[in-house]
């Protein structure tokens, strides 16, 4: 059979299918010269079992009842395509923070063949296609790729706040962080002017 037909009887995308075929978890396949693939299905055995995680994320704790529904929405999607959801992983943190223990978790275990995220986001800031190709070998559904503008502010704050502690010391670096938020709401044209000044 072709490998389009093997994706269709096992259930998956034809990405995900020539992806196992790479990596050759894909018994008995082999490539033609004219560049098609082949499955011998006389001796066919199983797919690999399909293990889906769905992740949530939030900046803060203060949005818990959003990582929640998030939770929810993505389970909904899963189970309207009829996958089956062995973990639903939901952390509070920050996009821009690259030390997540439950992500790291998952991208380490490397168990996932498809994980499930509802935008681009939510998985991270910044880097979406370093992780995806490093993590090949699982299939990363994005359900909405509209960006999601929710705590795109915390995720400032957190940045400012980073970049405050460099330059101000870690002591003072929250209060600093609320000053020059506060210009920057008031349109004050100064901040740059000051953060340059003390780099």
Known sequence: ????????????????????????????????????????????????????????????SENKSNLESQAERLKHFCTVKGWKIN????????????NRPKL????????????????????????????KTLFSECEIVVVNEVESKEDLFEDFVSLVTSFCARIYGRRRSRRKTEELIKKLGE??????????GKA
């Not at 066919?44 to 995680?53: M, R």
């Not at 973990?87 to 690259?98: F, P, R, T």
């Not at 349109?187 to 340059?196: F, K, L, R």
């Open 1 to 60: 059979m072709k490998l389009s037909e093997y994706a269709k009887k096992n259930s998956i995308s034809y990405r995900t299918a020539w992806r196992h075929f790479q990596l050759g978890i894909i018994p008995n396949a082999r490539q033609l010269p004219s560049g098609s693939i082949i499955i011998d299905d006389s001796s066919l055995q199983e797919l690999i079992e399909e293990y889906t995680v769905i992740y949530a994320r939030v900046s803060s």
């Open 87 to 98: 973990e639903v992983v939901k952390e509070c943190a920050s996009g821009l923070n690259d």
């Open 104 to 131: 790291m978790k998952i991208l380490a275990e490397r168990k996932a063949t498809r994980l499930v995220v509802e935008h681009k986001d939510r998985l991270t800031r910044f880097g979406f296609n370093y992780i």
């Open 187 to 196: 349109g004050d044209n100064d901040v740059d002017n000051e953060i340059s």
